[in-house]
C-alpha cells in the first residue's frame, strides 16, 4: 500500500522538535484530509438541522444525513440502514442496550458472560446490570497464547445464559476473537426461542478489518466513528430490526416521537426513536466520508497493510531481551497493536520518555484492568497503528526503546542488546 501519511496533515507536526511518529490508533485515529473537508464544507454550506426544517436547507441535510446512514450501514454488511442507530460512541452504544434491552430482559438469576479482556466500556454496564438485576456476570478466561478460551466459553454456557458479550478484537492483546465460529456455537447449543443475545464489541475491529454483521451471526455490534478516522462524539450500534423495534426509547425528547399527548406518547420508529435531539450531524457526514475514503483504499488493502507493520514491529520488538510482549505471536490473529513491557521500567516512564522523541505511544491499563490483573502486570505500553504507520515508524520506535533503556539503565551494554 502506498503511503497515505500526507493524507494526514497533523502528521507534519514535529513535537519536541522532533517529526511526529503516531502510535496511539487506538485510542484515537488521526483524520484525513477527506474528513476534514467533508466537515468543513457541511458547516460552510449546508449547516441546518436535518428531519424539522419543511426548507430546501433542512430537507438537504436530511437528504445527507439518511444517505450517510446507508453508507455506514453497507460498511459493515447490513442492507437496512434503519437498524443503523446513531450514538455519541461504542460506550453509549453499549449502555443503550444494557438499559434498553437488558433492563427489560434480563432477569434474578440469569447469566451474562463476558471475556476477561473486556474494554471497561464492554463489562461495566453489565456487571452493573447483572448487580441490579440479580443476574450473576460469568467471565470467560484466554489460552496461553493470549486466545479466547473456547473450551471455557463452551463449558460456561448454560440455560440460564441469556446475554454474550465479547470484544470482536481485544484492545491490549490484539486478540481477533473469532465470534463467526462462537455464533456458530451459541446456534447449536440452544433452540431459537432459548438462544442467548451475541452483543459485540467492535471498536478495534471496524477500523482494521472487514466486517459483515451478517456472517458475524451477531444480535448487536457496536463502534466508534473517532477510532476509524472520523470526528469524536459520534459512534454506531447496529442492532436486528426486531430486536431493535421491541426494545424500549433510551432517552426521551425531540425528534423520537411521533405523537405525545399529556397523558401518553408515541414513539417513533426505530433508528429514530433511539435518537432523542439534535444529532452530532457534522460526526455523521465525518464518519460517511470516513467509509468512502477507506472504501477507496479497500479495507482488505488496509488489513495486510496493517498486518506487515505489526509482523515488523513483533519481530523487531522480540530482538529486544528487555521487552515482554502480550498477545497472539500469529498475526493472523491479531489486530495493527503491540503491547508490551520493559524489564524495571514503568509503562508511564517509557511513554514520557519516547515522547521526548516525537513518539506517541499509550501507557497504563488501557481501560482494561481485569485482564492486566488477569496477566499479573499493573499497568503496559501500547504501541498501535492505522493506514498512514510506516516501517520507518517502528524502526524509530525500537532506536526510541533502546535510548530508553539505556538512560534509565546505564549498566546495560548496549552491544549486547539484541538478541544474535
Given at each position: 500500500?502506498?503511503?497515505?501519511?500526507?493524507?494526514?496533515?497533523?502528521?507534519?507536526?514535529?513535537?519536541?522538535?522532533?517529526?511526529?511518529?503516531?502510535?496511539?490508533?487506538?485510542?484515537?485515529?488521526?483524520?484525513?484530509?477527506?474528513?476534514?473537508?467533508?466537515?468543513?464544507?457541511?458547516?460552510?454550506?449546508?449547516?441546518?438541522?436535518?428531519?424539522?426544517?419543511?426548507?430546501?436547507?433542512?430537507?438537504?441535510?436530511?437528504?445527507?444525513?439518511?444517505?450517510?446512514?446507508?453508507?455506514?450501514g453497507n460498511f459493515i454488511g447490513t442492507k437496512d440502514p434503519t437498524e443503523i442507530?446513531?450514538?455519541?460512541?461504542?460506550?453509549?452504544?453499549?449502555?443503550?442496550?444494557?438499559?434498553?434491552?437488558?433492563?427489560?430482559?434480563?432477569?434474578?438469576?440469569?447469566?451474562?458472560?463476558?471475556?476477561?479482556?473486556?474494554?471497561?466500556?464492554?463489562?461495566?454496564?453489565?456487571?452493573?446490570?447483572?448487580?441490579?438485576?440479580?443476574?450473576?456476570?460469568?467471565?470467560?478466561?484466554?489460552?496461553?497464547?493470549?486466545?479466547?478460551?473456547?473450551?471455557?466459553?463452551?463449558?460456561?454456557?448454560?440455560?440460564?445464559?441469556?446475554?454474550?458479550?465479547?470484544?470482536?478484537?481485544?484492545?491490549?492483546?490484539?486478540?481477533?476473537?473469532?465470534?463467526?465460529?462462537?455464533?456458530?456455537?451459541?446456534?447449536?447449543?440452544?433452540?431459537?426461542?432459548?438462544?442467548?443475545?451475541?452483543?459485540?464489541?467492535?471498536?478495534?475491529?471496524?477500523?482494521?478489518?472487514?466486517?459483515?454483521?451478517?456472517?458475524?451471526?451477531?444480535?448487536?455490534?457496536?463502534?466508534?466513528?473517532?477510532?476509524?478516522?472520523?470526528?469524536?462524539?459520534?459512534?454506531?450500534?447496529?442492532?436486528?430490526?426486531?430486536?431493535?423495534?421491541?426494545?424500549?426509547?433510551?432517552?426521551?425528547?425531540?425528534?423520537?416521537?411521533?405523537?405525545?399527548?399529556?397523558?401518553?406518547?408515541?414513539?417513533?420508529?426505530?433508528?429514530?426513536?433511539?435518537?432523542?435531539?439534535?444529532?452530532?450531524?457534522?460526526?455523521?457526514?465525518?464518519?460517511?466520508?470516513?467509509?468512502?475514503?477507506?472504501?477507496?483504499?479497500?479495507?482488505?488493502?488496509?488489513?495486510?497493510?496493517?498486518?506487515?507493520?505489526?509482523?515488523?514491529?513483533?519481530?523487531?520488538?522480540?530482538?529486544?531481551?528487555?521487552?515482554?510482549?502480550?498477545?497472539?505471536?500469529?498475526?493472523?490473529?491479531?489486530?495493527?497493536?503491540?503491547?508490551?513491557?520493559?524489564?524495571?521500567?514503568?509503562?508511564?516512564?517509557?511513554?514520557?520518555?519516547?515522547?521526548?522523541?516525537?513518539?506517541?505511544?499509550?501507557?497504563?491499563?488501557?481501560?482494561?484492568?481485569?485482564?492486566?490483573?488477569?496477566?499479573?502486570?499493573?499497568?503496559?505500553?501500547?504501541?498501535?497503528?492505522?493506514?498512514?504507520?510506516?516501517?520507518?515508524?517502528?524502526?524509530?520506535?525500537?532506536?526510541?526503546?533502546?535510548?530508553?533503556?539505556?538512560?534509565?539503565?546505564?549498566?546495560?551494554?548496549?552491544?549486547?542488546?539484541?538478541?544474535?
Amino acid at each position: 500500500m502506498k503511503n497515505l501519511s500526507n493524507d494526514f496533515p497533523i502528521l507534519k507536526r514535529k513535537i519536541h522538535g522532533k517529526r511526529l511518529v503516531y502510535l496511539d490508533s487506538a485510542a484515537t485515529a488521526q483524520k484525513p484530509k477527506a474528513v476534514l473537508n467533508a466537515v468543513r464544507n457541511f458547516a460552510e454550506n449546508h449547516n441546518a438541522n436535518p428531519h424539522r426544517g419543511i426548507y430546501a436547507l433542512s430537507e438537504e441535510v436530511t437528504e445527507m444525513f439518511e444517505a450517510s446512514r446507508k453508507v455506514i450501514g453497507n460498511f459493515i454488511g447490513t442492507k437496512d440502514p434503519t437498524e443503523i442507530v446513531f450514538t455519541r460512541g461504542t460506550t453509549e452504544g453499549v449502555n443503550l442496550v444494557a438499559e434498553t434491552w437488558g433492563q427489560a430482559n434480563i432477569k434474578r438469576g440469569d447469566e451474562i458472560i463476558v471475556s476477561i479482556m473486556e474494554h471497561h466500556s464492554n463489562f461495566l454496564p453489565w456487571q452493573r446490570l447483572a448487580k441490579e438485576k440479580g443476574a450473576k456476570l460469568v467471565v470467560v478466561g484466554l489460552t496461553k497464547e493470549g486466545l479466547l478460551d473456547l473450551k471455557d466459553f463452551n463449558k460456561k454456557l448454560s440455560r440460564k445464559t441469556k446475554l454474550v458479550a465479547f470484544a470482536h478484537a481485544s484492545n491490549v492483546l490484539g486478540t481477533i476473537n473469532p465470534i463467526e465460529k462462537i455464533s456458530s456455537l451459541i446456534v447449536k447449543r440452544y433452540t431459537l426461542n432459548a438462544r442467548p443475545v451475541l452483543f459485540i464489541d467492535g471498536a478495534q475491529s471496524a477500523p482494521h478489518m472487514k466486517v459483515n454483521v451478517q456472517k458475524l451471526g451477531c444480535d448487536f455490534f457496536v463502534f466508534s466513528g473517532h477510532k476509524l478516522y472520523s470526528p469524536t462524539g459520534i459512534g454506531v450500534l447496529w442492532g436486528k430490526k426486531g430486536i431493535l423495534e421491541a426494545m424500549p426509547p433510551y432517552q426521551v425528547g425531540g425528534q423520537m416521537i411521533k405523537e405525545v399527548y399529556l397523558d401518553k406518547v408515541v414513539w417513533n420508529d426505530v433508528p429514530w426513536k433511539f435518537e432523542a435531539g439534535t444529532p452530532h450531524i457534522t460526526g455523521v457526514i465525518g464518519l460517511s466520508a470516513t467509509v468512502k475514503y477507506i472504501n477507496k483504499i479497500d479495507i482488505n488493502t488496509v488489513r495486510k497493510h496493517e498486518k506487515d507493520i505489526t509482523a515488523h514491529a513483533l519481530a523487531k520488538l522480540s530482538k529486544l531481551p528487555y521487552v515482554r510482549i502480550y498477545g497472539p505471536k500469529n498475526v493472523n490473529l491479531r489486530t495493527g497493536l503491540v503491547s508490551f513491557n520493559m524489564k524495571d521500567i514503568h509503562s508511564h516512564d517509557v511513554a514520557s520518555a519516547l515522547d521526548e522523541y516525537g513518539i506517541a505511544v499509550r501507557a497504563g491499563h488501557h481501560c482494561a484492568m481485569p485482564l492486566h490483573d488477569y496477566l499479573n502486570i499493573d499497568s503496559s505500553v501500547r504501541a498501535s497503528f492505522g493506514v498512514y504507520t510506516t516501517k520507518k515508524d517502528i524502526d524509530e520506535l525500537i532506536q526510541g526503546l533502546k535510548r530508553v533503556y539505556a538512560t534509565l539503565n546505564p549498566e546495560q551494554d548496549l552491544l549486547t542488546e539484541e538478541k544474535k
